[in-house]
């Protein structure tokens, strides 16, 4: 896989919150990992994750047992 770690790959799908924006985005699962809220990157507005955290820390298991079997893991 080119020395990319799963976890920089997956993408999780957001929406922001905010009436007047609304916009929907992706992120890299590692860019989320630990992370309470992200910013809208049209917006700027908080994005919580709390309502996604279970998603994500499933995402990012599979992600390492992913990089395992690809021999990337540790």
Known sequence: MHGYKYAELI???L???KPQCGHEFEEAIADLM???SIPCPFCNADV????HKRAIEHFIDTAAQL???DGKGQ
Do not use: M, T
């Open 34 to 36: 630990g992370r309470a």
């Open 15 to 17: 929406r922001c919150p």
């Open 11 to 13: 993408l999780f799908k």
């Open 67 to 69: 990089d395992i079997l």
């Open 48 to 51: 919580s994750l709390q309502e």
